[in-house]
């Protein structure tokens, strides 16, 4: 089992949809969770932290449940440049900030 | 504020040849981290430096691979001799040093090896 599964997409969608994502990790103990953008051919950047209360920044919402080892990533009113692929990123080193990527989501907004 | 910079952007070689990737952190960033991104999947780290200690390298195949940052700023990363499945882009990363500090990627270099 992977450590971090994510469904792959790719998810379609017209601008202005509201789309979510789903991720799942396997270490119980892990501490700290992120989503990862990453556009084609570039670089990953942190989007966002994901905090045990669930937390909002503008048209993204992240959510975490501990108890079933899941978070997710909601995206409002969807724009084209939410074109990409989001990686779902936890920490299971307790403090070393290792961290293990799932494979990613890929979204493709259209007009 | 400039980020971390990596050289070569492309590269292309043949198996059984060497090959060397350098990063250079953001300026004051005591953690250098270097990812393998295999084509349709996440990174997967490789190796982990704070400062010039290596923190973690469980994951990096150390017969062929070898990695060193001496002065505790520039890094390397050395693949010697490559196989067909190291192609992929590497990515270098890192952060101020603490355990919640985000990383910061650099652009990565994309290795084909033929």
């Known amino acids: 089992r992977k450590e971090v599964e994510q469904d792959p997409g790719p998810f379609n969608v017209p601008e202005g949809a509201t789309v979510a994502f789903n991720c799942t990790y396997s270490n119980s103990a892990s501490q700290s969770f992120f989503w990862y953008r990453q556009d084609c051919r570039k670089e990953p950047k942190l989007l966002m932290s994901?905090?045990?209360s669930g937390n909002e920044d503008g048209r993204f919402t992240a959510q975490l449940n501990r108890a079933s080892q899941y978070i997710s990533l909601l995206i409002r009113d969807s724009k084209l440049s939410d074109s990409a692929t989001y990686l779902c990123v936890v920490d299971t080193s307790g403090g070393y900030n290792k961290l293990i990527f799932g494979a990613g989501t890929r979204l493709a907004v259209h007009p | 504020e400039a980020g971390v910079a990596q050289s070569p952007r492309y590269k292309i070689i043949e198996k059984r040849q060497s090959v060397a990737f350098w990063c250079n952190p953001i300026s004051g960033h005591a953690t250098l981290y270097w990812y393998q991104q295999i084509l349709g999947q996440g990174p997967k780290l490789l190796i982990q430096f704070q400062n010039n200690g290596v923190v973690d390298d469980s994951q990096l195949p150390k017969d062929r691979f070898s990695a060193e940052r001496l002065k505790g700023v520039d890094s390397t990363l050395k693949i010697q001799p490559a196989k067909l499945e190291d192609s992929a882009v590497y990515l270098c990363?890192?952060?101020?040093?603490?355990?919640?500090?985000?990383?910061?990627f650099g652009p990565g270099t994309r290795l084909t090896v033929l």
């Open positions: 990363a890192s952060s101020l040093g603490g355990s919640r500090d985000t990383q910061y």
């Open positions: 994901v905090y045990s």
